[in-house]
């Protein structure tokens, strides 16, 4: 079974891997693409922005509730349910290509992450504190 500090690290790599940090060397490398870029975008025509549309999301369970939640506060996002809505139904306002892009992919890792850490968890309490290998079929 993983310890807490094990699934910390995980955890922090897997938000690393969304964090926009870059070493010195990289940002020297990238510094002319970004300024041609820049140049072409300001001789283009100014394109208008996503429009901000509502998506819903229906989560398997609390847990994912719960991470959903924080995943979209951490970025600025107010999610929110409806009336009448399953209490694992939730709305976001949102430009789809960015949520979909940044939001829902950390979402998914760190879901995915945690999952494996309750499953871990779980077969450590069946199996090693109730000395049982909890197969329905022995």
């Known amino acids: 079974m993983a310890s807490q500090s094990d699934i910390y690290e995980r955890l922090r790599r897997v938000e690393a891997l969304f964090a926009s940090a870059g070493t010195d060397g990289g940002a020297a ?3 002319p693409a970004i300024e041609r870029l820049k140049a072409q975008n300001d001789q283009s025509p100014k394109r208008n922005e996503e429009p901000t549309i509502e998506l819903q999301f229906s989560l ?3 847990w994912a509730v719960r991470l959903f939640f ?3 506060r951490k ?3 107010t ?3 409806c009336s009448r809505h399953s ?3 939730v709305v ?7 949520f979909v892009n940044v939001v829902d992919a950390e979402f998914q890792l760190l879901y ?3 999952m494996d850490y309750l499953h871990e968890t779980a077969e450590h309490l069946i199996c090693d504190l109730l000395k049982s290998d909890g197969n329905e079929y022995d």
Do not use: L, N
Request: include cysteine; aromatic fraction near 8%.
């Open 60 to 62: 398997p369970d609390a």
């Open 29 to 31: 490398a990238t510094a």
């Open 75 to 77: 970025h600025g996002i």
């Open 79 to 81: 999610p929110y349910r």
């Open 87 to 89: 209490y694992t139904t």
């Open 70 to 72: 924080a995943v979209c």
């Open 112 to 114: 995915r992450e945690m």
């Open 92 to 98: 976001v306002r949102v430009q789809r290509t960015h």
